[in-house]
């Protein structure tokens, strides 16, 4: 296809599906879950968590205590939604934060935060109304704005990616946001190319080692996946599109040295007269199956479909392929969407209600046979998100996850988050975990890699945790080879901030 007419085509879908006619006005009272929220915070003070900020930057030098590795320098960015209201509204959804990008600059003269709010088309709209003006994910207004483009309601609040000496911030459903990696602010839109402006751009990219860069976007209204090969130096290398027969709301997906794997929950999207938000425009079938999408990354025409039961994942760690053509990959499992459609909505006017297990779960695909299998692989007793692994094996044979967990098998802690960091081994079944203190609770940890050695060994795992006790953000650095033994160092800022989502680590 030509490239013109792909983007015109997708263009003209990007926009309809986050169109207008997909919301409509909801008769609710709109400034209680607001009050709501303030009266459980009480209750549960670890919600501090879930609080808007109610300024646009954040600075501060960190204090820093214990032994910070001499070579650990670089930046950890990280995004996640921020501002939770909006002239007294509250967001309906812990996916309607507005974003705000932070960074953990590492130098020799220390640890120094920065956090900024994204400065995107919605933020200053409704900045200069003083009101929400748009239903976005799963907020409905009583009288919303129409929205024209899905970047009228892009809140860059998912993730980030450094790419080709650009910083871009990430939402799901629209364009990247660049952002200035030392000043943080805003720059703007970002578009790979002329011919890709405003094609969904998903935010969990796959970068490989050679800075080969895969990604994908959906397009709910027309059952169609976008997907995108970019060069290390940016440039868009070649573009498909998937039809499926019905489209979700697809988070993350995996690569190996010759294909691309999606799956496709049965959590549909149907929209119909009564649907309000684009989240309630999705319908769950627990007796439809997951679609499991293989493509070859040379011919992304050349693709097939296998199922798996009904079930739904947001994140998958690594993949590799096999010289026999089988395909491992790893992602923390759900057996149906609750947390998504329920639990994460609720949360937001402090209502702590039961989410989904998590168990991570192994898949294997044998790419000559067609076939789909997974099975548990720690044990249901230990919950786990947030997996990720040495950038440098992306898309290789991995052996090591590090991910956030829970085991139910010890005391529970007050809140409601996973409140361990835990080092898994693949090859041997080992699990090295650290507890957090009950008054602390841990965002995504990275595994950043001591430069020079060789993949999967040395390094540093680090990460950022709530303090809700204290009020404040700490940065932790754990020996990748001994989580269990606790952080090494910790760097702690002076404020509190909403815990937020993905990061990356940018080696000085
Ligand atoms: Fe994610």
Known sequence: MKRRSFNRSLLALAGFTAGAGAWRPAAANTSSWAEQFQQALQDHPWLLGYRSVTQDAFAADAEVSGKWPAELRGTLYRNGPAQHEVGG????????????????????????????????????????????????????????APVTSADAVNVANISVLPHHGKLLALWEAGSPWEIDAESLDTKGVYAFSDHTQGVPFSAHPRVEPDGTLWNFGYVSQANLLVLWHINKQGQVVKMGKVQAEAMSMVHDFVVTERHLVLMIPPL???????????????????????KVLVVDKNDFDNHYWLDLPAQWVFHYGNAWED????????????????????????????????????????????????????????????????????????????????????????????????????TM?????????????????????????????????????????LDWHKGQMLLN??????????????????????????????QA
């Open 89 to 144: 509204f509250r967001y309906r959804h812990l996916f309607d934060g507005d974003g705000m990008v932070q960074g953990y600059f590492m130098g020799p003269e220390g640890v120094r935060h920065k956090g900024k709010m994204v400065q995107t088309y919605k933020l200053a709209a409704e900045r200069k109304a003083g009101r929400p003006l748009y239903s976005s994910f799963a907020s409905d207004l009583p009288d919303p």
């Open 268 to 290: 549909h999207y149907e929209p119909d007269a009564n649907t309000g938000s684009f989240l309630a425009a999705h319908k769950w079938h627990a007796d439809k199956p997951t």
């Open 323 to 422: 010289t026999a053509g089988v395909i491992r990959f790893d992602a923390p499992r759900s057996p149906d969407p609750v947390s998504v459609i329920d639990s994460f909505s609720e949360l937001m006017r402090g209502n702590i209600t039961p989410g989904t297990t998590v168990h991570h779960h192994q898949y294997q695909i044998d790419t000559k046979a067609k076939r789909v299998s997974e099975a548990p692989m720690f044990g249901m007793h230990l919950e786990s998100e947030f997996p990720v692994i040495d950038p440098r094996v992306s898309g290789k044979r991995y052996r090591r996850v590090v991910m956030l967990s829970r085991n139910h098998l010890l005391k529970q802690p007050a809140h409601v988050n996973l409140n361990e960091v835990s």
């Open 425 to 465: 081994d693949l090859d041997s079944g080992q699990r090295r975990s650290y507890r957090y203190p009950d008054q602390q609770i841990p965002e995504e940890h990275l595994f950043v890699p001591r430069p020079g050695s060789t993949p999967e060994s040395e390094g540093w795992v680090v990460g950022s945790a």
């Open 477 to 506: 650095v754990f020996n990748v080879e001994a989580v269990d033994d606790g952080p090494v160092a910790t760097a702690r800022l002076p404020y509190a901030l909403p815990l937020g989502l993905h990061g990356k680590f940018v």
